[in-house]
């Protein structure tokens, strides 16, 4: 099987694995991930978090940016309707932030032009992904929008934490060319750093 073929293969079946987790395996992914998060030694010092609404059965985020919003920082999502281009941005995400649908069905806050930032500006991302290896190497839904983000990066800043359920470790992610491993990522029993 060619490289292609073998990434869209394993993005179906590990999708299907995350999907077919329980609501309770979920909400204790949920919490643990969030008490990874509560004593992760840098967030103290950072104040724009960047983070996804999930969705296809990806790690929710809820109870963190909940926890996030009592601890007044600043949480902003991927607007993906702005996504042209290629380029991902993220919009500013309050608890009284007007939300409607895009074109996945996720819930997205409405676009207002000053509440968009700069990705420079953030101290941190947390992204979503597919699929991982012990290596840090990722694999998203397909868009690419994160190995461009990574691309973007140029130093520390923002620090970028992938954010799985441990059933989306697999042997080996087949890399292209353009793919960034991560640093960093979290899963429910173990935070893996390179
Ligand atoms: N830094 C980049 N600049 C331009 N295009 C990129 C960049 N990184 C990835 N892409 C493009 O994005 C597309 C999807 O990338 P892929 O790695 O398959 O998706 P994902 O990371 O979401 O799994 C590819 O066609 C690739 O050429
Ligand atoms: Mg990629």
Same mark, same amino acid.
């Given at each position: 099987?060619?490289? $292609?073929?073998?990434?869209?293969?394993?993005?179906?079946?590990?999708?299907?694995?995350?999907?077919?987790?329980?609501?309770?395996?979920?909400?204790?992914?949920?919490?643990?991930?969030?008490?990874?998060?509560?004593?992760?030694?840098?967030?103290?010092?950072?104040?724009? =978090?960047?983070?996804?609404?999930?969705?296809?059965?990806?790690?929710?985020?809820?109870?963190? =940016?909940?926890?996030?919003?009592?601890?007044?920082?600043?949480?902003?999502?991927?607007?993906?309707?702005?996504?042209?281009?290629?380029?991902?941005? #993220?919009?500013?995400?309050?608890?009284?932030? $007007?939300?409607?649908?895009?074109?996945?069905? =996720?819930?997205?806050?409405? #676009?207002?032009?000053?509440?968009?930032?700069?990705?420079?500006?953030?101290?941190?991302?947390?992204?979503?992904?597919?699929?991982?290896?012990?290596?840090?190497?990722?694999?998203?839904?397909?868009?690419?929008?994160?190995?461009?983000?990574?691309? *973007?990066?140029?130093?520390?800043?923002?620090?970028?934490?992938?954010?799985?359920?441990?059933?989306?470790?697999?042997?080996?992610?087949?890399?292209?060319?353009?793919? *960034?491993?991560? *640093?960093? =990522?979290?899963?429910?029993?173990?935070?893996?750093?390179?």
């Amino acid at each position: 099987m060619n490289s $292609p073929d073998l990434r869209q293969q394993l993005r179906k079946q590990v999708r299907q694995q995350r999907c077919a987790l329980s609501p309770t395996q979920q909400s204790e992914a949920s919490q643990a991930v969030l008490a990874y998060l509560q004593s992760h030694p840098q967030l103290d010092n950072m104040q724009a =978090i960047a983070l996804y609404l999930a969705f296809d059965g990806e790690l929710d985020l809820q109870p963190l =940016i909940e926890w996030l919003w009592l601890q007044n920082k600043q949480v902003y999502v991927p607007l993906v309707d702005l996504m042209e281009m290629g380029e991902m941005h #993220f919009h500013r995400y309050r608890p009284n932030s $007007p939300m409607q649908s895009n074109r996945f069905g =996720i819930s997205e806050p409405v #676009f207002k032009r000053n509440e968009v930032i700069d990705c420079q500006q953030l101290d941190l991302v947390l992204a979503p992904l597919v699929a991982f290896d012990s290596q840090g190497n990722r694999l998203g839904m397909g868009g690419g929008y994160y190995d461009r983000l990574l691309a *973007k990066i140029d130093g520390e800043r923002p620090l970028v934490i992938g954010l799985a359920h441990d059933c989306q470790q697999i042997n080996e992610v087949p890399i292209q060319a353009w793919d *960034k491993p991560l *640093k960093q =990522i979290i899963t429910p029993s173990k935070c893996w750093s390179w």
